[in-house]
């Protein structure tokens, strides 16, 4: 599965919102720095789809806040 994900680091508080055409829009609160926010995306992602960590990737968008993500859900 692949999924649209718009991030917004150095926020006040962790948000994730689903926005209608399937993409999402997540607030971290850690900044874009060593990849400290890419980490703490996937883990926020991990969380919600109840996968294991090594399950997800970025895609593309490594150091952009638009990324491209790809979840292994074994279906």
């Not at 609160?29 to 970025?58: C, H, W, Y």
């Amino acid at each position: 599965m692949q999924i649209k994900v718009k991030v917004k680091p150095n926020s006040k508080f962790k948000n994730i919102q689903e926005i209608s055409d399937g993409s999402l829009n997540i607030h971290l609160k850690s900044p874009p720095i060593d990849g400290k926010a890419n980490e703490e995306l996937i883990k926020i992602l991990s969380e919600k789809f109840d996968v294991a960590k090594s399950k997800i990737r970025i895609k593309s968008g490594m150091s952009s806040r638009q990324k491209l993500i790809e979840i292994d859900t074994d279906l």
